[in-house]
C-alpha cells in the first residue's frame, strides 16, 4: 500500500483514526473508492511463503547471479528511494529516474549503486518497474515508457488518488468509477499490478522480516495478468513481506485510501479480511 509514498509511511500523510499521521504508499491520505457496479467479493490468496533469498532465484549481494533482476523505479521519492535502497541491497539491476532530472539523484546513486537515468530510459530492458509518481503526473510521463522494456514486463502502479490535497478532480475515478489503478494503466497503455499503495515507506526499510516470522506484515497485491502479478508477488516475498492476493485491477478499490487494510501493518490473515470488509464507496474525503 502507499501514503504518499515516502519517509512518511508511503507518501503521504494521514489515515483514519483519531490521530493524523502519515499516510503510506503513494498518495495523500485516505480515500475509499466509489464503483460503479459492486462486484462480488473476490478470492482473496494469501500467499504461500518460501525461505527469504531462495525466491524466483534472486540472490543478494553476496550471492549475485543471473537471475538478479533488471528494475526500473520511475519516482525517487519516499517509496520509490526506499524501495531502491532494499533492491539495490538485494542484489537487483535498478535504474531510478525522476522529474528533476539524474543529476538530482547523486546521492541516491552513490549511497545505494543504482544507475541514475532520465525517465524515458527507466524501463530499458528491465523485467519489473515502478511506476511511483502522484497521480496527477501519470499523464505527463513520456509516451512509449515501456518500448525498450524485457518481454513480459510488470509494472506496478504505488499511486494513490488525493483529489482535495494533491490531485485536482480526475473525472475517469469520479465519474466513470474507474479505479484509480485502472485510470493510471489507461495513461501508460500498459497492464499494471497495484502494489505498495498502502506501505509506509520507512516499512520498506524496517519492517520486512524472514519468511515465517511471527511479526511478518502481508501486503494485497491486485492485478490481471496472473505472470505479472506473480513476478510481483515473488519480489515482495524476497523484499521480506508476504502477500495477498486481492483479485484484479476492477477490484482494487478494495486496497485504495479510506479502506480498512490501507495503512494496516498486520499479517496475511488480517489483511485478507481487511480487504473483504472493504466498501467500494468514496468516502468524502477522497472525492474532489
Known sequence: MSPRAGARPAHLRARAGPLRRARPGTGVTRTAHRAGIVRPAPRLVPTTTVPEGNRGGHRSPEGRGESDMKIGIIGAGNIGGNLTRRLTSLGHDVS????????TLTDL???????????EEAARGAEVVV????LKAVPDLPSGLFDGAAEGVAVIDTGNYYPQQRDGRIAGI???GLTESRWTERQLGHPVIKAFNGTYAQDILDRHRPAG?????ALPVAGDDAAAKRKVRDLIEELGFDTVDAGGIDDSWRQQPGTPVYG???????VTEALAKASPERTPEFRA
Do not use: K, Y
Not at 511506476?131 to 502522484?134: E, G, L, N, Q, R
Not at 494496516?264 to 488480517?270: C, H, P, Q, S, V
Open 174 to 176: 469520479e465519474d466513470e
Open 109 to 119: 546513486a552513490e549511497e545505494t549503486g543504482a544507475t541514475p537515468v532520465r525517465a
Open 96 to 103: 531510478v529516474a525522476n522529474s528533476r532530472g539524474p543529476h
Open 264 to 270: 494496516l501493518r498486520a499479517g496475511a490473515e488480517a
Open 131 to 134: 511506476v511511483t509518481v502522484p
Open 213 to 217: 516470522a511471527p511479526d511478518r506484515m
